[in-house]
Structure formats: structure tokens, C-alpha cells
């Protein structure tokens, strides 16, 4: 283990974030189409917030987390395209397929850089986070190989898609956790 990291602060907003995710993952399956618009709206705004997270955690423990460039670049990302999309609700409801699909590729590329950085913190089940990581981005694919499909099924490969990134976000955050006080006791 390396001496540089001392103490990972603020895991648990991973936490916070992945529950926000599994509750719009079960909203939007539950409230399909006719809430497109309330879909739209809610995305722009979770994207908006979850990039408000990873940037206080990734400058918060930027001394101690080898890769936290990693973690600000998709925080970065989010904040931006959030920010884009409130300002422009119709824009994001006509183009919201595309632009989670790319939504969805980049936060897949991220997880697995996350499990990157949890393997090179010599966490065994890092594997976890590249899996879920590559599963969303295949996702993302999906969806921007067939708009067509995406914009009448969006509903359910959303729901679906942010489930699943919610779990592995959690899942994330309670590895850091892990991570956290393994480092803190030794």
C-alpha cells in the first residue's frame, strides 16, 4: 500500500448519489411515457447534481486518491451536459436518446476507471466495477446505435440503465469505505 494516501473523505457521497440513481431508475420505469417530458426535466438535473458530487469528492481527496483526474473529468462532464440540458428543455427532449446514450458510455468508461483505481488500491473486488462499468457503456451503445428504438423504448433501457448504475455506484462507495478504514487503522 502506498504511504501518499492517508484518508478517503466523503466516500459515502457515491452513496448518496447511487441511492438518487436506483430511485430514478425505479421512477421512470414506474411513470412511462406519458412522463417523457418530467423525464427529461428530472435527467438534466440529477446529471447536474451527481456532477456536483464527484467534483467535491474528487478535489476533497485529490491529495490522496492516485487518479482523482479520473473522477473530476466525469464530474466535470456531468456538470456541463446538466447544465445544458436544464437550460434547454427542448432541446433535450427531442435529442435525450443520444444524448444519454453518450450519457451513458462516458459514466461506463468512468466505472471502469474507477475499478482501475480500486484495483491499484489492491481491493479484491475490483472486477465488480469494471463489469458494471462495461455493461452500462454497452448500454450506451445500444441506445445511440438505435435512436429509432431508444426514443420508444428510452423508458425502460433508462430505468434499467440507471438501476444498474446506481447498484454499482453503491457498491463503489461502500469499496472506498472499505478502502477507507483498512487505511485509516494501518
Do not use: C
Not at 491529495?63 to 483526474?69: A, D, L, P, R, V
Not at 456531468?78 to 433535450?92: A, H, Y
Not at 429509432?148 to 457498491?171: C, R, Y
Request: hydrophobic letters at 60%; proline letters at 2%; aromatic letters at 16%.
Amino acid at each position: 500500500m502506498s504511504n501518499e494516501i492517508k484518508i478517503i473523505k466523503n466516500w459515502w457521497l457515491f452513496s448518496i448519489a447511487g441511492v438518487l440513481l436506483i430511485f430514478l431508475g425505479i421512477w421512470v420505469y414506474n411513470n412511462p411515457i406519458e412522463n417523457y417530458i418530467g423525464l427529461s426535466i428530472l435527467f438534466s438535473v440529477i446529471m447536474f447534481v451527481s456532477g456536483i458530487i464527484e467534483i467535491t469528492f474528487a478535489f476533497s481527496n485529490s491529495k490522496m486518491i492516485k487518479g482523482w483526474g479520473w473522477i473530476l473529468s466525469s464530474g466535470i462532464f456531468d456538470l456541463i451536459i446538466g447544465f445544458i440540458l436544464i437550460t434547454r428543455e427542448d432541446v433535450t427532449m427531442v435529442i435525450l436518446p443520444i444524448l444519454f446514450g453518450i450519457w451513458l458510455i462516458f459514466r461506463g468508461i468512468s466505472q471502469i476507471g474507477k475499478g482501475v483505481l480500486l484495483k491499484d488500491s489492491h481491493y479484491s473486488k475490483w472486477g465488480w466495477s469494471v463489469f458494471g462499468g462495461l455493461l452500462v457503456a454497452v448500454f450506451g451503445i445500444f441506445v445511440i446505435y438505435n435512436p429509432v428504438f431508444g426514443s420508444a423504448s428510452i423508458i425502460i433501457w433508462t430505468a434499467l440503465a440507471l438501476f444498474i448504475l446506481g447498484i454499482f455506484t453503491i457498491l463503489f462507495s461502500l469499496a472506498v469505505k472499505k478502502l477507507h478504514s483498512y487505511l485509516k487503522n494501518n
